[in-house]
Nanobody, 122 residues
Framework: VQLQASGGGLVQTGGSLRLSCAAS????????MGWFRQAPGKEREFVAS???????DDADSGKGRITLFRDIAENTVYLQMHSLKPEDTGVYYC?????????????????WGQGTLVTVSS
């Protein structure tokens, strides 16, 4: 299993970014996918998750600003972020889990991508 995260970059407050996580060695129909963020000096935290069936969950910090969706044919999950804030800054990781539902727990994810850096300037 390999996960390739991309789409990070430098953006101003209020801007938007779309992160991608391309998966190989698995099919999204049978895996839950999650996004986590790790800011400098802080622990990794949950951002959003999409289950086998396509049900999504996202952290309160991103409510109304995040859209998580997938392209089954491309085996890719996308994290669309709007109205970005400086506190959204961090390395964003995508991960997979064999559990059927969404999950906010990093320990329930088995494979992790290399991360993509998002920097939101004030």
């Amino acid at each position: 299993v390999q996960l390739q995260a991309s789409g990070g970059g430098l953006v101003q407050t209020g801007g938007s970014l779309r992160l991608s996580c391309a998966a190989s060695g698995l099919t999204l129909r049978r895996y839950t996918m999650g996004w986590f963020r790790q800011a400098p000096g802080k622990e990794r935290e949950f951002v959003a998750s999409i289950s086998w069936s396509g049900y999504t969950d996202d952290a309160d910090s991103g409510k109304g600003r995040i859209t998580l969706f997938r392209d089954i044919a491309e085996n890719t999950v996308y994290l669309q972020m709007h109205s970005l804030k400086p506190e959204d800054t961090g390395v964003y990781y995508c991960a997979t889990s064999r559990i059927r539902s969404t999950s906010r727990l990093a320990d329930e994810y088995d494979y992790w991508g290399q991360g993509t850096l998002v920097t939101v300037s004030s």
